[in-house]
């Protein structure tokens, strides 16, 4: 799998990302099989979060052959400083490594959250400490909401920004223009997270019959060139990579057909088929 430089960090990564929530609930041998499999096809770039449940734990778990030949990113959903110092030592634990590759202040949802932890007290405090000890060597925010990521990026030249790059969205709504602008101009590492979303749940039913208890919207799924579609247009949007929802059929869908999105790019016919799927869409429920 070709590997593409994550922005400024000097990281070759491959061009999807294996996301923890993966390995959430599934059992130890699952999970183990599962990181085996994304080793065994050169994913070399893991992304965990203190909530996805028991996913620090299982995944720590499933790296310790590999620790020291893949990137391994963490994250924070603390604001204030004491939660955030807690959240990094319990994850290095879990995680059973002395290191994160990339730290994030994870799911800005506002531009209040942002200027708490940048506050005095605030977690960016833990963040700064930890990458001059070394403990964290790159430091990102992941974000639902641009005016968020934007005054966090405004603060600190972070490293690395994970944002939504979802054909529906950016088409529907040019949600996340400014990002992807942004990065086009900055040097910050660009990943993109539901790029193979369709949509949210209409009901908990719906989720319930569609059987993907993990996945927070509609993933797409049963339709090839729909999903490749999808896919490509995360890419043009400018991403070095991208996180698929958390279930193992999605992950490694994105994993064997990634090369083919990069060699043939986005074109008008992809755009097109897009184009009809989001009118086929009552409304614009993202998100």
């Known amino acids: 799998m070709k590997k593409r430089a994550l922005g400024k960090t000097g990281m ?5 990302i294996y996301g923890g ?8 041998k699952n999970s183990d099989r599962y990181v085996e499999y994304a080793i065994k096809q050169g994913i070399n770039y893991f992304d ?11 995944l720590g778990n499933s790296l310790v052959p590999y620790r020291k030949d893949v990137y ?16 990094l030592e319990d994850s290095l634990h879990l995680l059973h490594t002395d290191w994160f590759d990339v730290y994030q ?12 932890a940048f506050g005095t007290g605030g977690t960016m405090e833990v963040m700064l400490r930890a990458k001059e000890e070394g403990v964290v060597r790159f430091l990102g925010i992941t974000c ?13 030249d972070f490293d690395t920004v994970l944002f939504p790059t979802n054909w529906g969205l950016h088409l529907g709504k040019s949600f996340g223009e400014n990002i992807s602008a942004l990065a086009r101009e900055s040097d910050f590492g660009f990943l993109g997270m539901k790029s193979m979303a369709h949509r949210t749940w209409r009901s908990r039913r719906e989720q319930e019959e569609a059987n993907y208890p993990k996945s927070f919207y509609k993933p797409i799924f049963g339709d090839d ?3 490749i579609a999808a896919i490509k247009y995360a890419l043009s949007l400018g991403v070095d990579a991208i996180v698929p929802p958390g279930n193992f059929g999605h992950f490694s869908f994105a994993v064997e057909h990634i090369d083919e999105c990069l060699d043939t790019p986005l074109d008008a016919e992809d755009v097109e088929l897009l184009k009809r799927e989001l009118k086929n ?4 429920y993202f998100f």
């Open 48 to 58: 965990v979060a203190p909530l996805y449940n028991d996913a620090q734990e299982k």
């Open 281 to 284: 869409i009552d409304g614009m």
């Open 105 to 116: 202040m994870h799911l800005l949802e506002s531009v209040e959250e942002v200027e708490t």
């Open 144 to 156: 639902h909401d641009e005016d968020a990521a934007l005054r966090a990026l405004s603060l600190y």
């Open 12 to 16: 070759m990564i491959t061009p999807v």
């Open 72 to 87: 391994l990113a963490c994250k924070t959903r603390q604001r204030l400083a004491e939660g955030a110092k807690r959240d």
């Open 225 to 227: 060139k729909f999903t």
């Open 21 to 28: 929530i993966v390995s959430m609930d599934v059992g130890q």
